[in-house]
C-alpha cells in the first residue's frame, strides 16, 4: 500500500467506516498471497483456502487494496493496515484513525528509541532521528543523520555530527571537532570544546563555554555566565544572565545581558513527557504485533540458512548460530510483510545475515520480542527491532529497512546501545533531519489526539521547536 493510499484512508474529518468503503470499492475482491508452489493465480486461491484470517494478503496493483467486508475479512485486512502505517513510522506524524482496536498504530518519526539510555559507540552512525528518556552518548566520530534528543544529559564526542537539531534536559557537551547542523538546546550548562560548530543558534540554562575556535553561526543565549576561548566566534548576538568574557580573538555580532534564564526546567518536563508518549506509541506497536499471533512455529535456534516467504512466525526465543544467513522471499510481489514474535529474547551470532531476494514495493520486516534484543557483531539485519528490554547492536552491525521506511531499533522500558561502526537506519532513510519528533518546550498540547493521518501528533510541536 502506498503512503498515498494511506493517507487517503486515514484522511481527517471522515466517518469511521471510512476504511471499509475504500477498501470494499475496491474491484479486486480478495487477491491474496500464496507461499505455496505454482502460477500466482493457483497460488492465490489455494492459499485462501488453508490459511487462517491473520494470514497477509497483497495486491498485483498499486491502486488496489485488501478487500475488508465482514468480520472476518476485516481481520485480515489488519494485515495491509499494519503494513501501511508502520512503512509510514519514519513519517513526521501520527497516523489516529477511528478504530484504534483494529488498526495498529505507528512508530514515532524515529530511528533508535530508548525508555532509558542511548549509547552510540565510536563510529557508529544512526540515519535517522535518536530519542533517550536519559543520558544521550556519541562516541567519537559517531553520526546522528536527523534530530538528537535527550530527557537528561548529552555528550557528543570528537568529531561527532548531529545532522539536525539538539535537545537536551541537562547538561550539553559537544567534544572537539563535534558539530551540529541545527540549534542546539540544553537546560542545562552548554559546552562547546576546540573546534566544536554548531550551525544554527544555543540556547543554554547555565553556564556557556565556547573552546577555543568554536564557532556558533546563531546567536548565543545563557542563563549563567558565557565565555569564549582564542578565536573563537558568535556571528549572532552573545547574551547572558552574568558575566560575559571573550579571550584574544574572540568575536561575537552584538552583547547584551538578559535579566532571566532563556530556558526552564518546563523544556526538561515537555522532553520527559514526550519520550513517555513515545514509549507508549512504541508499546501499542509492540502489542499489535503480538496480536496477530503465532503464526508459524520456529525453532528457537537457527543453526543452518533458511528461507522464509512472508507471513507471521513466532518462538519462545531466537537466536541464530554465527554466521548463517535468513533469507526472505518475497516472490517478486508487493505490499509482502514478515512479523518474527518471539516472547523472550531475539540474539543474532556474529556475522549473521538477514537478506531479502524477490523483494517487491512496500516490503516491510518486524522483529517484536517481549524480551531483550543482542545483535552479533559484524551482522545485517533488515526491518524494525521492537523490543521490551534492551537492545544491545553489536560493533560493525547493520539494522535498515528496506527502502523510504527508516527501519531501527526501539526499546519500551530500558536501553540501546551500539558497537563502534555499526549503522542504524537504511540508505534513503524518509526521516528529515529538520522534522525530528522533537516537543515544544512551551506547548502544554504534546499530543494532539483525534486526528488522522497528518495531525501532527508527534510532529506538530517539534516543528516549531526547529524553526
Sequence with gaps: MTPALCMSAFAPNRPSDTLRTLVCDSDDTDVSRSAVSGDHGSRRAAWRKSNPPFAPATSGRRNDVTHACGKDAARKNQWTVLSCILTLGCATSQARPADEAQIAPPLPNLTVYAKTYVTQGAGSAVRGNVASGDVATMGANATVAGNLSSVKASNTG????????????????????????????????????????????LVA???????????????VSSGDTASLGVNSHVFGSLSAVGLISMAGGSVAGSQSQLLQSPIGLDYTVALAAENLEQARVVGSAHA????????????????????????????????????????????????????????????????????????GLD??????????????????????VIATDYISVGAGTTVSGIGS???????????????????????????????????????????????????????????????
Excluded at 441 to 454: D, N, Q, R, W
Design 205 to 219: 540554562g547555565g553556564v556557556t563555554t565556547l573552546g577555543n575556535a568554536a564557532v556558533v553561526q546563531g546567536s
Design 158 to 201: 570528537a568529531n561527532g555530527k548531529v545532522g539536525g537539531n539538539l535537545a537536551s534536559g541537562g547538561l550539553t557537551t559537544l567534544g572537539a571537532g563535534a558539530a551540529v547542523a541545527g540549534n542546539a538546546t540544553s537546560v542545562g550548562a552548554a559546552t562547546l570544546a576546540a573546534g566544536a560548530h554548531v550551525a544554527g543558534s
Design 363 to 384: 516490503t516491510a520486516i518486524y522483529w517484536n520480542t517481549s524480551g531483550y534484543a543482542a545483535l552479533g557483531a559484524t551482522s545485517t539485519l533488515l526491518g524494525t
Design 405 to 467: 521506511p527508516c527501519g531501527g531499533v526501539f526499546s519500551t522500558t530500558s536501553y540501546v546501545s551500539t558497537g563502534a561502526d555499526a549503522v542504524i537506519g537504511g540508505v534513503g532513510c524518509s526521516a528529515s533531519p529538520k522534522e525530528g519528533a522533537l516537543p515544544e518546550p512551551t506547548s502544554s498540547e504534546l499530543v494532539l489526539a483525534g486526528l488522522a493521518l497528518l495531525a501532527f501528533e508527534l510532529g506538530a510541536g517539534h516543528r516549531r521547536l526547529h524553526r
Design 288 to 359: 499489535f504485533l503480538g496480536s496477530l499471533g503465532g503464526g508459524t512455529s520456529l525453532a528457537t535456534t537457527m543453526t543452518t540458512n533458511m528461507t522464509l516467504f512472508a507471513g507471521v512466525y513466532s518462538a519462545a526465543n531466537f537466536s541464530t548460530t554465527a554466521g548463517t544467513t535468513l533469507t526472505l522471499d518475497g516472490q517478486g510481489l508487493d505490499n509482502q510483510t514478515w512479523v518474527f514474535n518471539f516472547a523472550d529474547y531475539l540474539v543474532t551470532g556474529a556475522s549473521t545475515n538477514v537478506v531479502l531476494i524477490n523483494g
